[in-house]
């Protein structure tokens, strides 16, 4: 699992995914912008951390855990290659575009193409 096919995979899944800095605007619908968050290695051990920032608009907050369920109930079937490992957060209120705004991080552990012989 990478950072293109988790996207591929929320994108199939029927959710509006962005990549940093691509999404324009105010929140008129529920959006993601999915993150690589880095990775760490432990010999052959390679952990990637994927966030997924979660805008909602602020219209619409009493549906916004629902929204969120609904993704985490979407990302389960790849448990355990994929695992949350922290989130939801706080809901932050974002002004400037309309949004509430939450995250989940989720962890990928693969081998690492690196640190063999």
Known sequence: MDWKRLYLYLKE???DVYSMGQHKGKCTAPYIVLCNNGSTR??????????????????EYSNFESYIDGIEKALNPLFPTLKLTDGPG???LDTDINAYMTSL????QKFSATNRV
């Open 13 to 15: 899944h029927g959710y």
């Open 42 to 59: 432990t010999g052959v051990i390679e952990y990637s951390l994927y966030e997924l920032l979660l805008y909602y608009p602020t219209a």
């Open 90 to 92: 706080v809901h932050y």
């Open 105 to 108: 991080t989720y962890q990928v």
